[in-house]
């Protein structure tokens, strides 16, 4: 059930006509079923799954809040994480680890093993709420939180579907509360969630989708041979595309949730207008990168020991990072272009605030650093390594062809209007577009963004790019 599909919509429309009439105990009921018959719409079988590693975090949970021994606190934190790190190895890294291995035997003359009646489908989401119930052990293991009374709150908060395929990944101290308490209706706030979910469209079906088209030509081999036009063509329109795709879920899952009463962390902060890596990490992918921050980077000693060892610290928690996204090497280069940046700049001391200098320095850092996040980009959307080099491979060749300027003209067409969009909400420091103005602006907007959609929409079964993870 994808989120710029019309079933979701009719499903969104129905359960917030039902829920909107239970009172506050059958509403959490309500939306539990609600979000597990969202989730099990791909398979059955998954839900199990899912509902088992729920069941078991909430007993852990509160067993580790029962035990007096820190020995026996840790054995019980440590039987959670070797679980749900497990259940995730398993679905998600089983088919890249054993198909590395069957590659390493070949090198060394040996046979790769049949491994064909093995493979393993991933479940749609695990990642982001395997990280969720992680964050929630964790917590209650530093006493940062109580464990859940309530089974079913417990389960809504890890299940509640506009988070659950592809985040934003929420703090248990963010949203648990939220589904403890009761929810009022709210007209304004609504009208906030219609809007997040009409610029999440814009920025998924008008911007993303139309960005595809020339990213999967040019890294697909449609364009011909790679050359430095291919190369800027695909990697410019892929870095809009995955930018547009994924914020443009966030937007669509936050206004989801903001309608239903419940707040969720915003994911995007116009991550193209920053000066520094550290700052686009501060940006992009907010959930994921405070997540990484907490309860990975700062486990590992963060920055209280020495230089060394910091740089070291940022660059396993990139790698990790970047594996997370993916069963593939690529995005363990990407997320070491990534943590390599991060320590440099570290090194060399980048300053925290630039905002006081001239708009020409400002512009020329923010241009160099779009352009390293987009050369990490290219692993990332690559198929495989070679594939990435080969591409790479590119600037050293020309070979202009007319097809070229008409994709660059609708590259410009469509990424345009995105980053004046960014420009308007950097200004004004709002959410999302005409959050503080007049009612009547605010709808005008909205309809405007639904026919940008019917007229400009790729109308291709583009699935959201986060969902494989």
Known sequence: ???????????????????????????????????????????????????????????????????????????????????????????????????????????????????????????????????????YIVDVYHRKIKPADSFIQYSLFISLFPHLIAGPIQRPDHLLPQVQKPRTWNADKALGGILLICQGLFRKCVIADNCALIANAAFGGKFGHPNVAVLLLGTYAFAWQIYGDFSGYSDIARGAAQILGFHFMVNFRQPYLSQTLQEFWRRWHISLSTWLRDYLY???????????????????????????????????????????????????????????????????RRILVFHIVCFSWVFFRAESISAAWTMLGGVLHWNWQPSYMAAAKMLVTFTFPMFLLDLYLEATGDEYVFESRPHFQRVAFALSSVLAVVLFGANQANAFIYFQF
């Open 298 to 364: 700062i486990s590992l000693g963060g920055n209280r020991k020495s230089d060394s060892r910091t740089m070291g610290n940022l660059l396993t928690t990139m790698l990790l990072g970047g594996l997370w996204h993916g069963a593939n090497w690529t995005f363990v280069i990407w997320g070491g272009i990534h943590g390599a940046g991060l320590a440099f700049e570290r090194v060399i001391g980048v300053a925290r605030d630039w905002s006081s200098s001239n708009l020409l320095g400002r512009w020329s």
């Open 1 to 135: 059930m994808l989120f710029d599909s019309p079933i979701f919509f009719l499903f969104l429309i129905l359960v917030v006509a039902i829920y909107w009439r239970l009172k506050f105990n059958r509403q959490n009921v309500f939306l539990l079923l609600a979000s597990y018959f969202f989730y099990g719409w791909w398979d059955w079988r998954f839900l199990l799954l899912m509902i088992a590693s729920t069941t078991l975090d909430y007993l852990i949970a509160h067993a580790i809040a029962r035990a007096e021994e820190q020995s026996r606190r840790k054995q019980l934190l440590i039987l959670s994480l070797v679980v749900n790190f497990g259940i995730l190895g398993i679905f998600k890294y089983f088919n890249f680890f054993v198909g590395s291995f069957g590659h390493v035997l070949e090198t060394f003359g040996g046979t790769a093993p049949s491994v064909s009646f093995l493979k393993i489908i991933l479940p749609p989401g695990i990642s982001f709420y395997t990280f969720q119930e992680i964050a």
